[in-house]
């Protein structure tokens, strides 16, 4: 049972706290929920059964300030190379940020700055479909390392890309 005000990740929504545990009706019956919201975005608002552990499996403890910290300083020292396939390598991206392993979603974030800096020396950009994903990946893992070090998203993603050199 988790209580009033504990933090989480949830899935791929990012940090979200517990703002109250509450019943709801459903139909004829009655059940409990915690009423999730998301830190950074104040337009959402979840509501997870707290009977349901297909949903709560989904709900992960933060990230350490130790874990945090090694995190950010972890630059691959080669990266995959790209997936050609566009198909594939969405379903790939989207596998990462479903399962939460934060170091294979710094990971896929390496692969994807690693290719905008090659396409941007030939004068291309990434796709609209890959800069999505990319965009997913940084407000996932820059959302939880901020929240933990105090730090803005931004300046959490500078970091990262300062120190893979993108």
Sequence with gaps: ??????????????????????ERSCGAEKRE??????????????????NSEALLSHLNPL???EAAEELIAFVPEETPDWILNDKE????????LESGD?????FMLHVFYKRKKELFACGKRLRSS??????????????????VLGLSSPEVEKQIRERGNY
């Design 102 to 106: 934060r170091k294979a979603i710094l």
């Design 89 to 96: 390598r969405a379903e790939e991206f989207r596998r990462i």
């Design 33 to 50: 929920y915690y009423v999730l919201y998301p830190v950074y975005d104040d337009r959402s608002t979840l509501y997870i059964p707290t």
């Design 63 to 65: 990230l350490t300030k």
């Design 130 to 147: 890959d800069e999505s994903l990319m965009q997913r990946a940084e407000k996932l893992l820059c959302d939880e390392l901020a929240f």
């Design 1 to 22: 049972m988790f209580s009033e005000g504990e933090v989480f990740i949830y899935g791929s929504v990012g940090v979200c706290r517990i703002g109250e545990i509450c």
